[in-house]
């Protein structure tokens, strides 16, 4: 099984998911999208094994959330996908992609009705 955590090590939540993944036996392809965000595509893709609207997916309290204007009610899904891009620190986090599915690891253990 392909295991992928889209990762934030300064997160508690997503360490833990992480820890939760290791005892399980998985060792997922870890990717700190911070460092290295998902494209537009790929999240898209994401929102759309997750069942989420962009803005269901975005961190709003991120400074960036507002600063962009990502808050206008106006913009549609592609500006928001797009918003997520330029400023990775408001996806949310973790995100756990395990066959063809996606969870967001909040709590952990809600990653594991996809494994």
């Known amino acids: 099984m392909s295991v992928k955590i889209y990762h934030n090590p ?3 939540k997503s360490r833990q998911t992480l820890q939760l993944l290791k005892e399980q036996g998985i060792e997922p392809e870890i990717i700190e999208y911070l460092k290295t965000p998902p494209s537009a595509e790929e999240l898209d893709d994401i929102l759309q094994k997750l069942g989420m609207a962009p803005r269901d997916l975005m961190r709003k309290n991120e400074t960036e959330y507002k600063a962009n204007g990502l808050d206008d009610q106006s ?4 500006a928001l996908i ?6 990775p620190i408001l996806i949310e986090r973790p995100i756990v992609i395990a066959n063809d599915k996606a969870a967001i690891g909040r709590p952990p253990e809600a990653v594991l009705t996809i494994l």
């Open 75 to 78: 913009l549609d899904r592609q």
């Open 82 to 87: 797009n918003g997520m891009v330029n400023h």
């Open 10 to 12: 300064r997160c508690g």
